[in-house]
């Protein structure tokens, strides 16, 4: 489907829609409560849909995801409070911090190609990301947690707007993260429409049919992981100066990696849409789910095994019959 | 005994057989032939119970077979060698021949029917201890026919017993084929091998592409021009 | 020095006897079926609770309360396999639903343990009171009770796979399971009763470390990352394997808290775990389906 004639279809639409309303979102709504929420299904969409990308697309599935989101948190908090470095340098350099341990983590899964393999590797990997994080008491503070983290500077706009950034006034925050959410679909749409997104559709079908199809699955593989670690590290480094503290926790753990399993997932692992649908809706659910407390992740369990067994491909695949 | 009444079975939504028809009386050796692909292997399989039927009827002796469950069918007194022997690799011989003793009727007799099976394949007995994936393709087809033998079964289904072994080989297994059916096992046999197939069977069919295309005496399948040209290479 | 080390050497022994317990449970499944089950820490994790409500509530012995554990745990495996595995074993996606199914069960039971007994952790009795020495060092009862009642369940149940009708189904369905269907095995019966001796497996090691441990809603998740690493180290499926990499891990481990410090220990393991993976991904015993 040539680019130009996607905008005039019924979904293309429905995409222009969703743009103009995140788009037009705070100038209704300035209530930080409510922002906040969609900064989370915004944080939460473009992890699901880097995740997706591997996971989904690639049929390399992953569950050490939260190790390239911590990766960029921290390094771009440290660099902002011990080198001065502006967030906005960080923003990057945490994608790129993220993408190289993303790489290296992509190392052994090149090889061994067993979902129960990856599943170990990637976990494994994540866990000695979060340990380490939590030893080196004396950078990271551990589990004490990193205060002081510095927010984005404020700054203004060549029109003469004024763009802060604070607990009070979260809408500079939100239009940056859209920002980084509308590139981060962009890019993967195009991505996805390319050869490359061609690689990594066969090598989907390579694992699922545990053979070999001769393309050169290894560059693609490891290209895969780069891509879409260093995404999830831009999102973190974001997170990182939202957010204004970091505990190992709150970033490492594998309560993290399931909360963007069960997005993915629910949403539809594989389709384009899946990942923003199950974002946005799993994080308005959470919020509502506040009022039952200590039920809200058992709900989040229970959703995952009733998504598997009664709707595998996710809501998307309802909303949207054909494939994304 | 056993009864195939037009049977159509697919392979999702892919047909592999039309309106199959077969009959095995008691005592007999039949055989089924056809070349690659024909359908021979799906027909056992169906019959096993490994493959349902869209339609048609599976019976023996009067029991609906094609309504049980697999695992269930080997009570009724079937026992099926299937395609490529499929042997427990990483299991003795001794191992393998046990799990034939599964159900519950053979279980109690076990080490006697075991005993009996190092009688009429005295290369078993000889290497009991040794991993079934190690075997010779012979001794390995051996293995398999003693595995479905030990339940004691009333008829044994086989799947190509003959491939891809040595005509030596080949002559002494079906030797002792026509040996277990004059003591009373009924045989349905599939084989590419028409020759041999035909020369120990009472009566054959000739399947392709899914469909029963001749049936009759072995003597006269052997004698007839279309199964010399197509399966005699004469 | 040395004899600092030989020490921790034994309790190494001692831990590793309870990690190859856990990751037999794991180990078996993987064999059998060919998945990971992720819900594995939360049945060890339900054996504690029910040993917990064993002495607290009917005020049962240990060798009861174990029991009672072992055939909860046995129970609710067999629960769980065919209300949750079942009807997703012959459907494509066969590679990672599981993971992912037994992921959520995980979640679930985490939290409905959390919301239900809350978050203080409880604590159990020992069973053997004191210590004793052997050849110059103190040991406490309960650490030998751990390794004399390990090496009689793995020897029992290694016994019990090797010759009895149960366990010749289960290595046939293992390695062929339309032949062995064949043969009258019934291979869905084989797959619930699997998970519930994994489970059942589970259990035991909880009950028996529950003493030391203590008993909380987050117990399992250890011991489910160790036992990825002893069934990788051991090899996948394999069940001598699993004993092996069990001991391997739990000397490894203690060692690493002696030379270089415990908070270091599971950076160690993992470590070792991914050098593993890199250079002989089938361990030591496992079949080469990676």
């Known amino acids: ?324 | ?234 | 020095m040395f004899k600092i080390l030989l020490e921790q050497i034994l309790n190494g022994l001692v831990l590793g006897s309870m990690y190859a317990l856990v990751a037999s449970g794991l180990t078996l499944i993987w064999g059998t079926m060919k998945m990971l089950n992720f819900a594995h820490g939360e049945l060890y994790m339900v054996g504690g609770y029910i040993l917990y409500f064993a002495f607290t509530l009917l005020g049962v012995s240990p060798f009861w309360g174990i029991l009672l554990a072992i055939g909860i745990a046995f129970a609710v495996g067999l629960f769980l396999e065919r209300l949750l595995l079942h009807p997703l074993m012959d459907k494509p996606g066969w590679d990672v639903s599981p993971l992912v199914v037994t992921l959520g069960v995980s979640i679930f039971l985490q939290n409905f343990a959390l919301k239900a007994w809350g978050e203080r952790f409880k604590s159990v009795p020992y069973f053997i009171e004191g210590t004793m020495e052997l050849a110059g060092f103190r040991i406490a009862y309960q650490r030998i009770l751990i390794l004399v009642v390990t090496a009689t369940v793995m020897v029992a149940f290694w016994m019990f796979v090797k010759r009895s009708r149960f366990g010749v189904a289960l290595r046939a369905t293992a390695q062929d399971r339309e032949a062995a269907t064949l043969l009258g095995i019934n291979a869905h019966r084989i797959y619930m009763y699997t998970f519930g001796i994994s489970s059942a497996l589970a259990a035991l090691a909880a009950t028996m470390l529950a003493p030391i441990f203590l008993i909380n809603p987050w117990m399992g998740i250890s011991p489910l990352l160790k036992a990825f690493i002893v069934v990788v180290l051991g090899g996948l499926g394999s069940f001598g394997g699993a004993i092996l990499g069990g001991f391997l891990l739990g000397t490894l481990e203690s060692l690493s808290v002696v030379l270089l410090s415990s908070e270091w220990k599971d950076v160690v393991s993992f470590a070792v775990l991914i050098l593993v993976l890199f250079f002989r991904p089938s361990g030591f015993f496992g079949t080469r389906e990676w």
């Open chain 2, 1 to 234: 005994m056993l009864e195939i009444s037009n049977i159509d079975v697919f392979y999702g939504d892919a047909q592999a057989l039309w309106n199959i028809s077969l009959r095995v009386a008691r005592g007999e050796i039949v055989s089924l032939l056809g070349g690659n692909g024909a359908g021979k292997s799906t027909t056992l399989r169906t019959i096993s119970g490994i493959l349902k039927p869209r339609r048609g009827e599976v019976s023996l002796s009067g029991v609906r077979l094609d309504r049980i469950p697999p695992h269930q069918i080997i009570s009724h007194g079937l026992a099926h060698v299937p395609e490529g022997r499929r042997l427990f690799p990483n299991m003795t011989v001794m191992e393998n021949l046990l799990a034939g003793t599964y159900l519950l009727s053979a279980w109690k007799g076990r080490m006697a029917a075991v005993e009996e099976m190092g009688k009429i394949f005295p290369v078993l007995k000889e290497r009991r201890n040794q991993l079934a994936g190690t075997l010779s393709g012979g001794e390995q087809q051996m293995c398999a026919i003693a595995r479905a033998l030990v339940s004691r079964p009333r008829i044994l289904l086989l799947d190509e017993p003959s491939l891809g072994l040595a005509p030596v080989i080949v002559e002494r297994i079906f030797e002792v084929i026509q040996k277990i059916n004059r003591e009373g096992v009924t045989v349905l046999l599939v084989e590419q091998n028409a020759h041999i197939a035909l020369q120990i069977a009472h009566r054959g069919y000739v399947i392709e592409t899914g469909r029963v295309v001749l049936e009759g005496a072995a003597d006269s399948l052997l004698d007839s021009k279309y199964v010399k040209q197509a399966y005699l290479g004469l």
């Open chain 1, 1 to 324: 489907m040539r680019r130009g004639v996607a905008l005039v279809t019924r979904r293309g639409k429905g995409v222009a829609v969703l743009m103009v309303v995140l788009l037009a979102l705070p100038l209704f709504i300035q209530d930080p409560y409510i922002i906040n929420i969609m900064i989370f299904s915004l944080l939460f969409g473009v992890l699901a849909v880097s995740w997706n990308l591997i996971s989904g697309y690639t049929g390399i599935f992953t569950f050490g995801h939260q190790a390239f989101f911590g990766v960029g948190a921290y390094l771009s908090a440290l660099l902002s409070m011990k080198l001065n470095l502006s967030p906005w340098l960080g923003l990057p350099l945490g994608g790129f911090a993220a993408a190289l341990i993303g790489g290296f983590i992509g190392l052994p899964c090149l090889r061994l190609r067993a979902a129960p393999y990856i599943a170990i590797t990637t976990l494994a990997f994540s866990e000695i990301a979060r340990i380490i994080c939590m030893n080196l008491v004396g950078l990271t503070r551990g589990e004490m947690g990193l205060w002081g983290i510095p927010a984005f500077p404020d700054f203004t706009l060549p029109g003469g707007l004024e763009v802060s950034f604070s607990g009070g006034n979260r809408t500079g925050y939100y239009y940056v993260l859209l920002l980084i959410f509308f590139a981060t679909t962009g890019f993967v749409a195009w991505l996805l429409r390319s050869h490359v997104g061609l690689a990594f559709r066969a090598i989907r079908e390579e694992q699922e049919a545990a053979l070999s199809l001769g393309i050169n699955s290894t560059r693609y593989r490891l290209l895969s992981f780069l891509i879409s670690s260093f995404l999830a590290g831009i999102a973190g480094s974001f997170y990182a100066h939202y957010i204004l503290i970091l505990t190992p926790t709150s970033v490492f753990s594998v309560g993290v990696m399931s909360e963007i399993i069960v997005v993915v997932l629910v949403g539809g692992l594989g389709t384009f849409w899946g990942p923003v649908i199950g974002a946005f809706s799993l994080t308005l659910l959470l919020e509502y789910l506040r009022t039952f407390g200590e039920y809200r992740f058992m709900i989040y369990g229970a959703m995952l095994v009733a998504t598997i067994l009664f709707m595998p491909k996710g809501v998307a695949s309802k909303i949207f019959p054909e494939k994304g």
